[in-house]
Structures are given as C-alpha cells and as structure tokens.
C-alpha cells in the first residue's frame, strides 16, 4: 500500500491509540516547530486537520492520495484537556471517503470530511524547476510566522480579482513539507491560508476584523508529484458585507495555467478594538 502523501517523520505523527476500540487521542506537542511557531492558547486548527486526515491514511486500501477535505470546526479546542478522534467509513461511488469527528470533554469540537482517491497515473505539468529560483518568502510578521522556514508563499501582489501569490517550493527544513512522494495537501491548504492571513494584516482599517476560523475545504484533482511545480495561488476578493457575522473566502491553484485545486475557509467574524 503506497499513501503518496503520508507523513514519514516521527514528530509528525499526531495520533495515538487509546486502547478504547477505534478512537485515538490526539498529540499536542506545543514544542512543534510549525503547528506552534507562535504561543497559542487553543490546538491549531491545521493540527485537528492533520490529525483527520492521518485517521483516514490509517486505513486507506490501496495506493492513493488525499483528494478531499472539508472540515467545520465548531468550538476551540483548549490545550487543558484531551482531544478524542474517531474515524469512520462513509459511503462513497468512487473514492475512498471518511467522516472524522473530534472531541473534547465529550464536546464535538470539529467535524472533517476526508477523501482518498486512486493514484492512478495522472500527474500536474510543471515548469522547470529553475523557475523556484526567483521564489523570496513572505514578511512572516505579514502571515502570522515567526520561523522562516514555514513562510510558504511569497509577498502577494493585488489583482483586478483579489490577491495572487506563488507557493514555494516545500524545504526539508520545514515540517509540514515532511511527506512520502506527493506535496501533502495541507502544504497546499496553509499557503491558502496564508494568503490569507497577509490580506488580514494588510487591512488599514483602525477597528480591525478578526476572523476566527469556521470551517475549511479543499479539493485536488490529482497528487502534485514535483517539488519545484510552480504553482501560483489565486485568491478572490473578500465577500465579506460590513456588519456581517461570517464570511467566505476563496482561492485557485494553478500550475502552467491550469486549474489544480480549489479551497476555501468560512469564518465567524469578531471586532477587536485594536
């Protein structure tokens, strides 16, 4: 069985059997170097992610890669008590699909929709990889990272549409680049975010929006296999409405100009005064 992006590294396994029938704990090791780059008072959205799809990996039949995630998460998750995992199969015509719910003190804190799909033997085209040469990382105050190394995107640029970046290419030096043979689709899902993030604090407005992270979604056609693809991420303009309690926002992966990914995140929105 060949899981084209399955971690590999042992600091990135983040689940933990129970020994209570099929579910898992999950592990918040708050020394991580990407899931806790900055102090945090709750487990990271991206860590309840990852640990859904590593419960859907667990019991993938077959070569494949993760094709589909599409995740609401419905409370924080606090760093004080356990966080319970349970995965199960959920009838699909095609494709591998699981439902993953994770729990703390017997509260549902997020629902994850997985889906693996077979390898097959589609593949992205991709530009030579000198084209990752030009690449510079992003200001990581602008993106909410301290390390350099998990700066994934470069300074986005404004467009008629929204915002547009390119993705760097993953560096052994960041984990969350850490995977079998495929990009792992979170790379992909945090560049996404990352974005994101810099259109955030890029915002003059002095009573500043917060957005506090609702649900997310992505979706892959096929498994990136090169490293060096360049891909260029197209973000959309905010649809959010003055006034209004949630928003969405959306993104385009492209590759040689064609489409590879969509995603997207939901988010409740809270004012801060600062």
Request: charged fraction near 25%; proline fraction near 6%; glycine fraction near 6%.
């Amino acid at each position: 069985m060949t899981v084209l992006d399955e971690r590999l590294l042992t600091e990135n396994k983040v689940l933990r059997r129970n020994g209570d029938g099929d579910a898992m704990d999950l592990v918040v090791d708050t020394a991580h170097p990407f899931y806790f780059d900055h102090p945090l008072d709750h487990v990271p959205g991206l860590l309840l992610l990852e640990a859904a799809v590593q419960a859907a990996q667990a019991r993938a039949a077959g070569p494949c890669f993760v094709s589909r995630i599409d995740a609401a998460f419905i409370k924080f998750a606090l760093l004080s008590a356990p966080v319970r995992v349970t995965c199960r199969a959920a009838q699909s015509d095609s494709a591998q699909a699981f439902g993953v719910e994770l729990f703390q003190d017997g509260r549902r804190r997020a629902r994850v929709a997985v889906r693996l799909c077979a390898c097959g033997g589609a593949t992205f085209p991709h530009r030579h990889a000198a084209a990752a040469e030009t690449r510079r990382p992003c200001d990581g105050a602008m993106i909410n990272k301290r390390n350099p190394q998990n700066r994934l995107i470069t300074t986005p640029e404004s467009t008629a549409g929204g915002l547009t970046t390119m993705l760097l290419p993953p560096q052994p030096s960041c984990l969350m680049s850490d995977s079998r043979a495929a990009v792992h689709p979170l790379y992909l899902l945090e560049g996404f975010m990352q974005l994101e993030r810099y259109r955030n604090n890029s915002t003059d407005n002095p009573a500043r929006i917060r957005d506090i992270l609702a649900g997310v979604s992505l979706h892959l056609a096929a498994p990136v296999l090169d490293r060096n693809q360049a891909i260029e991420i197209r973000g959309e303009a905010d649809t959010g409405k003055p006034g209004a309690r949630h928003t969405s926002r959306s993104a385009r992966l492209f590759s040689n100009g064609r489409l590879i990914a969509d995603c997207e995140l939901r988010t409740a929105i809270a004012r801060s005064p600062c």
